[in-house]
């Protein structure tokens, strides 16, 4: 079949990068940017910028450096770490529409002993979009609207498969839907009571931390995708394919 290989009876188009899909508003790539900075394995660089590679100009950044997480090879792949104390990288306004459709796609990897992964948040207070892989208190929480309890969304414990590398694929249809999650490209059973609230604080996107919060987890990305629309089963596991291909992350998605 020209042009196209079968891959667990599912068709992969050869090639496939995340502009193919119409709704890229963020793609940030480790790999990419070491490259663009002419780093060598040995080198390491403080992210004052982290240049969006979806051609929608939503580059997040910090200017303070003690703040700026640091992009270094790990020894099998380029990769950015926030500590977990202060690092932060942000942009004027969200990719995202207040309450609109959205997918997350995050390939990264938590401390070895952490509770959570450096989490993606639209808007900069309350009322926002706060998605995040990380035990907090009772549950492994995925989504929270950073002001109402019951909209809080949480899957079974996955502390112990976060501290590997993994592929998170996060989708949700806007204000008043579910969300829907997987990794590692298994889908999971989301508890959430209420539903997506509306994100209509402060405009602004945050990686690697809440800051209204003050929640800092840390970690480890390898690259992120975001898409101003909710996609397919299909087109989400070709977007898997390419971030485990392209991070060479190794994982059976």
Not at 153 to 170: E, G, K, M, N, Y
Request: charged share 15%; glycine share 12%; proline share 4%.
């Amino acid at each position: 079949m020209t042009g196209l290989l079968l891959r667990r009876g599912i068709l992969e188009k050869p090639h496939w990068t995340p502009q193919r899909e119409p709704g890229l508003v963020l793609w940030l790539s480790a790999a990419d940017e070491a490259v663009a900075r002419g780093l060598a394995k040995a080198d390491t660089a403080a992210l004052d910028q982290w240049t969006d590679l979806s051609g929608q100009g939503n580059s997040p950044a910090q200017a303070t450096g003690s703040k700026q997480p640091i992009l270094q090879h790990d020894g099998t792949r380029w990769c950015v770490v926030w500590d977990a104390i202060d690092d932060l990288l942000q942009g004027a306004a969200s990719p995202v529409a207040a309450g609109a459709a959205r997918t997350i796609i995050v390939a990264g990897k938590a401390g070895a002993s952490a509770n959570g992964i450096a989490p993606v948040v639209f808007r900069t207070a309350v009322a926002v979009y706060f998605a995040e892989l990380a035990w907090i208190v009772s549950a492994f929480f995925v989504y929270s609207d950073g002001s109402i309890a019951n909209n809080n969304a949480s899957i079974s414990d996955q502390r112990t498969l976060i501290r590997s590398p993994f592929i998170a694929s996060q989708t949700s249809g806007g204000t008043g839907t579910k969300i829907a999650q997987r990794l590692n490209g298994n889908a999971f059973v989301v508890t959430q009571v209420g539903s997506v609230g509306a994100d209509t604080g402060t405009d602004g996107l945050s990686i690697g931390a809440r800051p209204d919060a003050a929640f800092y987890p840390g970690g480890t990305y390898y690259g992120l995708l975001i898409y101003d629309r909710v996609l397919s089963s299909a087109e989400i596991q070709q977007a898997e394919r390419f971030m485990n291909r392209a991070h060479a992350l190794g994982l059976g998605v």
